[in-house]
């Protein structure tokens, strides 16, 4: 069976500080990969979408970016962070079909 | 702007009572929906999904319906349990233009709470 994970689970990291949150996934095959980010009380924002290895889709401009250096592994980064980083981090995976399964999250503050 | 919404924020029910929860879109170009279950502190669950060329669809003690004519989504969950209690989110594929396009648009989510 399918499992993903995501780490760390909770993050403190001061304002400009750099940043690197990573997902794998296990159990499958050239999956599609996903970062959402989730205000407090809110829906979920899609960030990034990536089909393929070193194929990453950015849906909004903001301070973060993406890599995905292996199949199965989705990285999201900052150089820099700030305030309104602060948020959870979601990362999903899906294949064959459009319904997507998402990992624990990572519970980022950014102070 | 097109969006998925819903009709109510909150919902509190009795345990043992069947909710429905509501959610409107307004892409007439989107192709499949889905339902979430999202507890606090986790991810989203997968709950159930349908795709445009159904009305209805349904699984263990949920049933989410369809209504294309008024742009309307609904997911029904029968004898509602205390652990039912969380966040339900519907969300949509709005069609490809193009190439593949496995993204989805999540509404802003119902808090479902059941009360023993």
């Known amino acids: 069976s399918q499992t993903i994970h995501q780490w760390p689970a909770t993050l403190v990291q001061p304002v400009g500080s750099p940043l690197s949150l990573e997902c794998t996934v296990e159990?499958?095959?050239?999956?599609?990969l996903y970062w959402y980010r989730q205000a407090a009380g809110r829906g979920l924002q899609l960030l990034f979408y990536?089909?393929?290895?070193?194929?990453i889709s950015s849906e909004v401009p903001q301070n973060l970016s993406a890599s995905r250096p292996q199949d199965r592994q989705f990285i999201l980064s900052s150089k820099k962070l700030l305030l309104s980083d602060s948020g959870f981090y979601l990362c999903?995976?899906?294949?064959?079909?459009?319904?997507?399964?998402f990992g624990p999250g990572t519970r980022l503050t950014v102070t | 702007g097109e969006s998925v919404g819903l009709h109510l924020p909150t919902l509190s029910v009795q345990e043992g009572d069947n909710s429905i929860i509501n959610c409107a879109y307004s892409n007439s170009a989107s192709d499949y929906f889905i339902w979430y279950k999202q507890e606090s502190g986790k991810g989203p669950q997968f709950i159930i999904d349908?795709?445009?060329?159904?009305d209805k669809r349904q699984g263990q003690r949920v049933t989410v319906l369809l209504n294309k004519t008024v742009k309307h989504l609904s997911l029904q969950i029968a004898a509602t349990q205390p652990g039912d209690s969380a966040v339900y989110f519907c969300?949509?594929?709005?069609?490809?233009?193009?190439?593949?396009?496995?993204?989805?648009?999540f509404g802003k989510g119902t808090l479902l709470t059941v009360n023993p």
């Open positions: 999903a995976w899906s294949v064959r079909g459009y319904e997507q399964y």
């Open positions: 349908i795709r445009s060329n159904m």
């Open positions: 990536s089909v393929g290895i070193g194929q």
């Open positions: 969300a949509e594929n709005r069609g490809s233009s193009g190439g593949s396009n496995y993204k989805l648009t």
């Open positions: 159990g499958t095959s050239n999956p599609n």
